[in-house]
């Protein structure tokens, strides 16, 4: 049995680091680039796989050279991929990204694929069923939405990462039993003035849990969509918060896959999701399970 699955974005990203973001018409020589795997729910999945989770993702993916670059890595991480839908015009988001050294900026130059995340009727109903925990983003909402009825009819709980009001996506939530949405997009997406409002106005029935998160403020979450809980950030020395959302996702559903009651579950993905701060890169920043236990523990 799955512990996660996923279904829904991959990415690659290919980061060029430039002395200084150059105007128009200008030749501007690279002082060094790499390539990075990204994208929602493949750092989620990365990210739960390193906390112990066994986790799968089924999504599309296709023959290119990006795709082998993001399946190799999810491989490598112990993600199970035999379900993996393979089409020759899917692939993972592309994005190539110019960093200003000097100032630190950051570009970002995104390309989407014809087709990406979930498959609209793949993979099979066993699959789905065969889960602990079914992990959505917004990637293929299509498919998202049938994964969703399928583990909805199982009584398999949904944790869901949505980040952006494309069509579907509310028919999407509405299936969703833990909604853990940043506060940014959930400011957009319900209009309230501040996270706990957000977190009432999100509250839907069916719902078990309503997290929205505030970066280094921390977290507002609520079980009954009356009574709003708060865990602060831990206090880190930040050295990159790239992938801080995407590794607060995985480790929640790790911790749920284990069965921890709602506080620990939300200070355990935050325990995580601190550690990654602390390092370079999104999934390369994922912590261990020990690493992760070490930091609760010294911070009890
Ligand atoms: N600078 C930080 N220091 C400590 N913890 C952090 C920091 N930034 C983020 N976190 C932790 O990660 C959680 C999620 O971060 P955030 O709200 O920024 O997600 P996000 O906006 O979805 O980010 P992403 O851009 O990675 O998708 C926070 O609630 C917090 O627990
Ligand atoms: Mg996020």
Redesign the pocket.
């Known amino acids: 049995m799955t512990d996660i699955l996923g279904l829904g974005a991959t990415a690659v990203d290919h980061l060029i680091y430039v002395p200084t973001y150059p105007p128009p018409n200008v030749k501007s020589y690279v002082l060094r680039s790499e390539r990075q795997c990204g994208g929602?729910t493949a750092t989620a999945l990365v990210a739960a796989s390193r906390l112990g989770a066994r986790c799968a993702y089924a999504g599309m993916l296709g023959r290119d050279d990006a795709s082998q670059f993001v399946a190799e890595a999810l491989r490598r991480e112990g993600i199970d991929l035999s379900h993996l839908v393979t089409r020759d015009d899917a692939g993972p988001i592309r994005s190539t990204i110019i960093v200003g050294t000097d100032r630190g900026t950051r570009n970002i130059f995104p390309e989407h694929p014809a087709k990406c995340g979930a498959h609209p009727t793949l993979p099979p109903e066993h699959v789905i069923r065969d889960t602990r925990v079914l992990f959505v983003d917004h990637v293929g909402v299509e498919g998202m939405i049938r994964a969703a009825r399928i583990a909805r009819e199982a009584g398999i709980p949904i944790v869901s990462?949505v980040?952006r009001d494309l069509p579907g996506c509310r028919e999407l939530l509405a299936l969703v039993d833990h909604v853990v949405m940043?506060?940014?997009f959930a400011q957009t997406l319900t209009g309230a003035g501040s996270p706990e409002e957000a977190a009432r106005r999100l509250w839907a029935p069916g719902r078990a849990l309503v997290a929205v998160?505030?970066?280094?403020d921390?977290?507002f979450f609520s079980e009954d969509g009356q009574t709003v809980r708060y865990?602060p950030?831990?206090?880190?020395e930040?050295a990159d918060?790239?992938?801080?959302?995407?590794v607060?996702h995985g480790a929640y559903c790790a911790a749920l896959a284990k069965g921890m009651p709602a506080a620990d579950r939300i200070r355990f993905?935050?325990a995580a999701?601190?550690l990654k701060?602390t390092r370079a890169g999104g999934q390369a920043g994922a912590p261990t399970l020990e690493q992760t236990l070490q930091f609760l523990h010294a911070h009890a």
């Open positions: 929602l990462d980040e940043s506060w940014e998160t505030c970066g280094e921390g977290c865990q950030a831990f206090r880190v930040v918060t790239t992938g801080c959302g995407d607060f993905a935050s999701a601190a701060a």
